[in-house]
């Protein structure tokens, strides 16, 4: 096959011990946190809800290393949203939660990062969130660590400047991994290399160029980003 230009590159993430795992689509679970639900100005445990980003929003950061992402154009409200992130390496459409976990291939820790003022802004009006979550460089991500078991419970963290913004605790999740795959796939056929951002704990708030971002998983390492 001939094309007419040179394709771009398939977004791949590292993965701990070795290897890469490439990336077909981002799905983000919104509002999976209780505290998180409330301070964004709802509450309860509301039926889960989905939006995008694209594929090539990654920032891989391999494990050790500090990512940068420049800060993007449109907006003044930055925010940091820590989330673990579930890579599925077995597709599949309308998965019951108990079999979940045989599609998933590991976890990693990532920032689901934010134009709120555009965010808020589309709300507001009864638009699409794209231009507030599916910029460039939206997704940074750490390290995948192949899946052992079912991920339940852990601490979730994320420091700004060295100082804590966000914890919290897997088990805090409002609709838990088996759950979130099972209503993802049905409205969507999973593929191996979908990613899912599953949602941030309650503390989100802006970054500004020079900030460092240090967010944490207990087991899944640490995912460290500055803002250029």
């Known amino acids: 096959m001939t094309y007419v230009f040179k394709p771009a590159a398939l977004p791949v993430v590292p993965v701990h011990g070795g290897g890469e795992f490439p990336v077909h689509r981002i799905y983000c679970v919104g509002r999976n946190y209780v505290e998180h639900a409330q301070e964004m100005g709802h509450s309860g445990r509301e039926p889960p809800f989905f939006f995008t980003k694209p594929a090539d929003a ?44 045989a599609h998933v291939w590991g976890y990693a820790v990532g920032l689901d990062m934010t134009r709120r003022d555009l965010q808020n802004e589309a709300k507001k009006q009864g638009r699409p969130w794209c231009i507030g979550k599916a910029f460039d460089e939206a997704a940074p991500i750490g390290p995948l660590h192949p899946a052992t078991g079912a991920l339940a419970a852990g601490a979730i963290t994320l420091k700004v400047n060295g100082q804590l913004k966000q914890k919290g605790d897997l088990s805090q999740l409002i609709w838990n991994v088996g759950e979130i795959i099972e209503h993802l796939s049905a409205g969507w056929a999973l593929q191996p290399g979908d990613l899912i951002y599953t949602g941030t704990p309650a503390g989100v708030g802006a970054v500004v160029k020079g900030d460092v971002m240090e967010g944490e998983i207990v087991g899944l390492g640490t995912l460290k980003v500055a803002v250029a």
């Open 58 to 101: 990654i920032v891989a950061v391999p494990e050790g290393e500090t990512g940068r992402i420049h800060y993007p154009s449109l907006t003044k409200n930055l925010h940091h949203e820590i989330e673990l992130v579930v890579a599925i390496g077995r597709g599949g459409r309308d998965i019951a939660a108990a079999a979940a976990q």
